[in-house]
């Protein structure tokens, strides 16, 4: 089955900075990989998602790069500011006929004011 | 629009009792997902379900563990004779299906305490 590694397990950047947070995948029929952010206590909210017919989305301050050759992709947020403080993961799944979602196990991104 | 409903939010069980937890998804989705995280884990898919109908339950335990979702109504997960290791939260997704779109959206989630 899929496995995805995600790190690093913290992140602590000053506002301001930029936050890279990678993911490794093993299933190379893999084809949809969204990004989801938790706040503590809340429910996972979908952020950003990519599928395997791009390289590169932007939304704003986020944007995910997918190298499918290499099976990892990542999310970058610029501008960070104190409210992107939380735990962010990633998952994959393909279609096979219904998206059953393999997730990483988590990053805890702490932004300094 | 609605979101995902789940309840209880919270729930506390003693070791043996029964635990059931309810997902009604957002509008228009058919389908939905059940998946655990333990303290400071990711989300571990359990089962994914469409109306009557158990799609893919690889990630659920054989024992004690059990879901449907019936025609009316809610999605429910049942947990029978819970035991210390089962307290997690406990999240369900919902998608509009396979018309080729993926996005699931959670719910808030069920914090499961077994004392």
Redesign the interface.
């Known amino acids: 089955g899929e496995n995805v590694e995600?790190h690093p397990s913290t992140l602590s950047v000053q506002e301001g900075d930029s936050a890279v947070i990678k993911c490794t995948y093993s299933d190379s029929a893999s084809n949809?990989f969204?990004w989801?952010k938790q706040e503590l206590g809340?429910?996972?909210?979908?952020i950003i998602?990519i599928r395997s017919n791009v390289g590169e989305k932007k939304d704003q301050r986020i944007a995910v790069t997918l190298n499918k050759t290499a099976k990892h992709f990542s999310l970058h947020i610029t501008e960070t500011q104190p409210e992107d403080s939380a735990v962010y993961?990633c998952a994959a799944?393909k279609?096979s006929?219904?998206?059953?979602?393999?997730?990483?196990?988590?990053t805890m991104l702490l932004v300094s004011p | 629009n609605a979101g995902?409903m789940q309840n209880p939010r919270h729930l506390v069980r003693r070791r043996g009792q029964e635990a059931r937890l309810r997902c009604s998804p957002m509008k228009g989705h058919s389908?939905v997902?059940w998946?655990r995280q333990l303290p400071e884990?990711?989300?571990?898919?359990m089962v994914?379900l469409q109306k009557e109908n158990i799609?893919?339950e690889s990630g659920m335990p054989k024992e004690r563990f059990s879901a449907e979702f019936p025609k009316e109504g809610p999605s429910i997960l049942r947990i029978q004779q819970v035991v210390r290791g089962d307290s997690a939260a406990y999240?369900c997704a919902s998608?509009p299906g396979?018309g080729g779109t993926?996005?699931?959206?959670?719910?808030?989630?069920t914090r499961l305490t077994v004392t």
Do not use: C, M
Request: hydrophobic fraction near 20%; proline fraction near 7%.
């Open positions: 995600q949809y969204p989801y809340k429910r996972p909210q979908l998602d993961f799944s279609n006929g219904y998206s059953t979602l393999t997730f990483g196990k988590g | 995902v389908h997902y998946y884990e990711g989300l571990k898919f994914y799609i893919d999240f998608s396979q993926y996005e699931q959206y959670f719910g808030p989630g």
